[in-house]
């Protein structure tokens, strides 16, 4: 009898296990299947940290790393060389003329043949110009030449208090800045009909050379010589990347026909100069040229990236309902 109770009492438990199997295969058949929801929505039967097995089959590995190729790293870098020899060259000006060596009828000179040279080449460059537009412009270059003009006394005589080694320490640093933050892809001033805006960044970097500029000119000797400085230093600063980001749209072969141009020059310059310093900037072009797109090629192989479900959701809108 005992046997038999026994026997009873296992084969009732095992129909009562079998009843909450169902039940709770049941209950699950009858919830929601679950899915990801966005910003931690709740979903009825789940907690709100459920995952199923289905949550790592999205996972994409480095999906947004671009493979850079060396010789075109290596070509893009030419804008960088190309501007630190623009400075220099803005650099060797204001040393020549502070020396004495570039006197002021040279110096305008200059400016009207950098004015006209620079003009000539975004007309032949942009189609996007007209005759009417050009106009407009060659009248606000000459209300900013007249204004630059009256404002040449106030320049003469601006930091005459302050020691003439704190400026060359001042002007030096500021010029750095200005190489750090400058829009090395583009310019701050762009053709007409272009959407990209100027950042703040490249607009810190505009500001810089235009004080850098006042500093040095503010310790020449006569007002004119700090008219025709501060006139050469603003065509270049303001109007030389615009002719660069010119040339460079028309076409990349002129482009880099005239940053090498540009960069045989100033190390033409720099090297009749002192031999010092054009081992100093020949070491500067080949380190941006070179080394570091070598740099950015080898790093590329430790970059790792992680896309998944656990993303922040991207919400997209219908604006044509």
Same mark, same amino acid.
């Given at each position: ?7 009873e009492t296992q084969r009732n438990l095992c129909q009562e296990s079998n009843t909450v199997m169902e039940k709770e295969a049941q209950r699950s058949e009858q919830r929601q299947k679950w899915k990801k929801v966005a910003y931690g929505g709740m979903q009825p039967g789940y907690d ?75 007309? =032949? ?7 009417? $537009? /050009?106009?407009?412009? &060659? #009248?606000?270059?000459?209300? !900013?030449? @007249? ?46 009909g272009s959407q990209n805006n100027p950042t703040l960044v490249s607009n810190i970097s505009l500001n810089a050379s235009i004080v850098c500029s006042v500093l ?50 100033? =190390? ?7 031999? $010092? /310093?054009?081992?100093? &900037? #020949?070491?500067?072009?080949? !380190?941006? @040229? ?32």
């Amino acid at each position: 009898m005992d046997a038999i109770a026994l026997h009873e009492t296992q084969r009732n438990l095992c129909q009562e296990s079998n009843t909450v199997m169902e039940k709770e295969a049941q209950r699950s058949e009858q919830r929601q299947k679950w899915k990801k929801v966005a910003y931690g929505g709740m979903q009825p039967g789940y907690d709100d940290n459920y995952t199923d097995e289905s949550f790592l089959e999205d996972m994409v590995m480095n999906a947004n790393v671009v493979k850079r190729d060396f010789l075109r790293v290596m070509l893009d870098s030419i804008s960088i060389s190309e501007y630190l020899c623009i400075v220099s060259l803005v650099v060797i000006v204001w040393t020549h003329t502070l020396s004495s060596i570039i006197d002021a009828a040279t110096l305008l000179s200059l400016d009207a043949i950098l004015l006209f040279s620079g003009f000539a080449i975004i007309l =032949l460059t942009t189609s996007q110009l007209s005759v009417q $537009l /050009l106009s407009h412009y &060659l #009248l606000k270059v000459s209300f !900013f030449i @007249s204004g630059l003009y009256i404002l040449a006394p106030i320049y003469h005589t601006l930091t005459r208090s302050i020691s003439s080694d704190s400026i060359w320490a001042l002007s030096a640093s500021i010029l750095i800045v200005h190489l750090f933050l400058h829009d090395y892809s583009g310019c701050t001033i762009r053709p007409p009909g272009s959407q990209n805006n100027p950042t703040l960044v490249s607009n810190i970097s505009l500001n810089a050379s235009i004080v850098c500029s006042v500093l040095v000119a503010s310790r020449l000797p006569s007002r004119l010589q700090v008219f025709g400085v501060m006139l050469f230093s603003l065509e270049i600063f303001l109007f030389a990347p615009l002719v660069a980001f010119c040339i460079r749209q028309y076409s990349f072969k002129l482009h880099l026909c005239f940053s090498f141009m540009i960069m045989g020059v100033t =190390l033409g310059v720099v090297y009749t100069m002192h031999r $010092l /310093l054009f081992i100093l &900037l #020949l070491g500067l072009l080949i !380190f941006v @040229s070179v080394v570091c797109p070598y740099w950015l090629i080898r790093i590329q192989e430790y970059k790792f990236e992680i896309n998944g479900p656990w993303d922040e959701a991207k919400l997209c809108f219908d604006i044509t309902e």
